[in-house]
């Protein structure tokens, strides 16, 4: 196992079990999690498959912390969220805030296709020290952006902002995995005439004006 071990690793100073998360976060970036087996994982990494049980109780365990590490890759990719409270316009934030939610779950969502029937790696990234959810981010980012527009009275007080946050992550869901159910079509975007249709909605809602 040894000379494995070196092979894996040489010229470089990562720990074997931060090596195995690393391939495993690379192959669910390329292929998705549902399908890796130990042994697609151990090949890759240059290893044994029974390695893999000397740092993880099991490959779920080691999927989880590779998920993890893929969502922080995607936020670090897709960057701070955009629009400062208070500068440009609520309505051109909006529209950044939109763009930025669909990039990072493009990045993410396609990651956990396959996984739906297996509760247990979902079971174990829901367990780590810090509990991660691609939508967690971007409602919290959205509602608490709204939040301090409220405070600076840029947008009603009476605004459901979780509500407005809800509907950004529905919207990224929706193109995200159109996307995935049929993989031959553009990849998820949308056009700028789209955008301004959904912030205008965000924005106004669909009631009639007050006379």
């Excluded at 720990?15 to 130990?38: K, M, N, P, Q, Y």
């Excluded at 529905?170 to 301004?196: F, K, N, S």
Aim: aromatic share 4%.
């Amino acid at each position: 196992m040894a000379p494995r071990r070196a092979a894996a690793l040489r010229g470089g100073d990562q720990s074997l079990r931060d090596h195995l998360i690393a391939t495993a976060e690379r192959l669910i970036a390329e292929r998705g999690a549902g399908r890796l087996t130990v042994r697609d994982i151990a090949r890759e990494a240059g290893v044994a498959d029974g390695v893999l049980y000397n740092h993880f109780a099991d490959k779920e365990e080691l999927l989880a912390y590779a998920l993890q590490a893929h969502l922080r890759s995607a936020e670090r990719l897709a960057g701070a969220p955009p629009g400062q409270a208070g500068a440009a316009t609520v309505e051109a934030n909006l529209r950044a805030y939109l763009t930025w939610a669909l990039a990072l779950h493009a990045a993410v969502l396609p990651a956990f296709a396959g996984l739906l029937h297996q509760r247990a790696v979902l079971d174990r990234l829901a367990e780590l020290p810090q509990p991660e959810a691609v939508d967690w981010p971007v409602r919290v980012a959205v509602a608490d952006y709204l939040r301090a527009e409220q405070r600076l009275g840029r947008v009603a007080p009476h605004a459901r902002v979780d509500a407005v946050a809800a509907l950004v992550v529905g919207v990224c869901h929706d193109l995200v995995l159109q996307h995935l159910l049929h993989p031959g079509g553009t990849p998820p975007g949308l056009p700028a005439a789209a955008i301004d249709d959904l912030v205008v909605t965000l924005l106004h809602g669909v009631a009639p004006a007050a006379d």
